[in-house]
């Protein structure tokens, strides 16, 4: 991969003193071929561009759909596997067609603008994630609402509101999503005693101490 890279940066650097006028700085390695080689060599630098466009964003699209159907329609529809293989493959082209595409057009941005973008919404990810291997008593409940609060308020400052403060919206999404990740986690239930067991047994009875003493005293009496 570092390999790929350095000669990118260098063509980058040259293309700031090439091309000081040029307005969409993704367009420096394209646009310096235009200029200084053959049509034909132009055209190959152009459809590799587009390649690896392509390559980099089916895998985006293939992951999108197989978490709606495997996440959503599979458990709440009670989709069988072969049916879910069958959407996960046709949802694709809605995705493209009604999702990506009027995105893209309507307000299109770089790839430097929306790399940033994908990380801040993937970012949201980091509560559960930290919950989920540090702190046993998050919930699923703590985990959805949090998410959901991070997407929004990313989201927000992202397209209507950009970035307040110079900070980028990831870290404002992260900022509400954390505090209402742990406070419904806290109003909710934990996870079973069975599963807390399983992950974390030397905090399972800090957990559910109060349960497990009332329990052992009915059983007593």
Known sequence: MNIVIVPMLAVGFMGIFLLPELEASDTVAVQTAVDNLPAILAGILGAGTLAAAMSS???????????????????????????????????????????????????????????????????????????????????????????????????????????PLGVHAGIWGLLVNLPVFVAVSLATKPASYSTIERFFPDMVEEIYEPEVRRTEGATAK
């Open 57 to 163: 964003a089916e895998p985006c699209l293939h992951a999108i759909s197989l978490s709606y159907t495997v996440d959503i329609a599979k458990p709440v529809f009670g989709v069988g596997d072969e049916m879910t293989g069958i959407l996960t493959r046709w949802l694709v082209f809605p995705l493209a067609a009604l999702v990506v595409a009027p995105i893209a057009i309507i307000n299109p941005a770089s790839l430097v603008y929306i790399l940033p973008i994908g990380y801040g919404f993937m970012g949201q990810t980091f509560s559960a994630i930290l919950g989920m291997f540090f702190w046993p008593r998050a919930t699923k409940q703590g985990a959805f609402w949090g998410l959901l609060a991070g997407f929004i308020v990313t989201l927000v400052f992202s397209v209507w509101v950009p970035h």
